[in-house]
T-cell receptor, first 113, second 115 residues
């Protein structure tokens, strides 16, 4: 079954607005990561939050993690047209630490100029 | 540029062909991965190599055969594929499995079409 599930599946906003994407997961994790993918290209790592952290910032990105609810959110502030992409959460599970990341289906973000 | 390159970027092959995908990383990493990304499906992990040893095979059909001759290179040998194998194949690398914060660096992918 799917570990990470994002919502919404698609999001369309105007440039300058904030975009919020959510991710839910099912099992315990070591950390949760967010990646961006431009159409038909590889994924780019954005930010990693560990299971003992609650919030993390990187530039215009803010990530929160609620392990009690098994959920995370990614906030992109003051969005730009260049932020148009698909965004994926990925979980690095607990004890085994095999390097295996479980990806969600992603949120497709469109930022209109 | 993420430091991970993949060739070819596009590949069209018949079901009876044999082809290989190549991945190279210039990051000094020791773990390498193959993923399959199909339309409307989440990214699927196929194989994991750590220090040239395969540590994960996610129930991948034998028509996909990986090879990792050293920590910088990873191949995916393809033979007698099916049309449903058409997808974007992504290679990634990381410092090593078992390390804290397993951030992965992805190549641009090979778009494979099986006719």
């Amino acid at each position: 079954s799917q570990q990470g599930e994002e919502d919404p599946q698609a999001l369309s906003i105007q440039e300058g607005e904030n975009a919020t994407m959510n991710c839910s997961y099912k099992t315990s994790i070591n950390n949760l990561q967010w990646y961006r993918q431009n159409s038909g290209r590889g994924l780019v790592h954005l930010i990693l939050i560990r299971s003992n952290e609650r919030e993390k910032h990187s530039g215009r990105l803010r990530v929160t993690l609620d392990t009690s609810k098994k959920s995370s959110s990614l906030l992109i502030t003051a969005s730009r047209a260049a932020d148009t992409a698909s965004y994926f959460c990925a979980t690095d599970r607990g004890s085994s630490n095999t390097g295996k990341l479980i990806f969600g289906q992603g949120t497709t973000l469109q930022v209109k100029p | 540029e993420t430091g991970v390159t993949q060739t070819p970027r596009h590949l069209v092959m018949g079901m009876t062909n044999k082809k290989s995908l190549k991945c190279e990383q210039h990051l000094g990493h020791n773990a390498m991965y193959w993923y399959k990304q199909s339309a409307k499906k989440p990214l699927e992990l196929m194989f994991v190599y750590n220090f040239k040893e395969q540590t994960e095979n996610n129930s991948v059909p034998s028509r996909f055969s990986p090879e990792c001759p050293n920590s910088s290179h990873l191949f995916l040998h393809l033979h007698t594929l099916q049309p449903e194998d058409s997808a974007l194949y992504l290679c990634a690398s990381s410092l090593a499995t078992g390390t804290s914060g397993n951030e992965q660096f992805f190549g641009p992918g090979t778009r494979l079409t099986v006719l």
